[in-house]
């Protein structure tokens, strides 16, 4: 994919490793990223807003923009971190109902790298809804990386950020 030297959407999703998402910031921006943190609006209880605020210099956003606010910037390249069972079937199917859910389904489209790393447990990674969604991202070039689990302190922030500059072959 990419490396760092751009704008890089990190997308959070309301689970257990959420609040952890400022040691993802801070290896993106070592890495060379400007980050925007978008989270889910479920996401917004996992997350210190204003401290991530902070550390990237640009508020959180949760929500679409007003018709009077100027329009984003387009991301170089976007991460899903920790991506949950419900939003990862949502995007596979295309359901654009929560921004970070509209910002999904327009970025393969774009040609926008978009890196998956879930947060699911065994049970829900077992079921053939999970498979087939997986399976369809990864053809539309989405790049989803294995689960880990639902290990919160163990959560491989890393990896989603690797998985940038990797080669997808």
Request: net charge neutral.
């Amino acid at each position: 994919m990419i490396a760092g030297d751009g704008l890089l959407y990190l997308l959070v999703c309301a689970a257990g490793p959420a609040s952890g998402v400022g040691r993802l910031v801070e290896l993106a921006q070592a890495d060379g990223w400007t980050v925007q943190v978008v989270a889910t609006p479920s996401a917004l209880a996992f997350i210190d807003a204003a401290a991530l605020g902070e550390q990237t210099g640009r508020p959180v956003r949760s929500r679409y923009r007003s018709p009077s606010e100027p329009r984003p910037p387009r991301p170089d390249a976007v991460i899903l971190a920790p991506a949950t069972y419900n939003t990862i079937n949502k995007f596979a199917l295309g359901i654009a109902d929560t921004y970070v859910l509209g910002l999904l389904a327009e970025a393969p489209g774009l040609g926008i790298p978009v890196v998956v790393l879930p947060y699911v447990n065994a049970a829900l990674a077992s079921r053939a809804p999970w498979r087939r969604s997986v399976e369809q991202l990864r053809a539309e070039g989405v790049r989803v990386l294995p689960g880990p689990g639902d290990d919160v302190a163990a959560f491989p922030w890393h990896l989603a950020l690797r998985a940038l500059g990797d080669d997808p072959a």
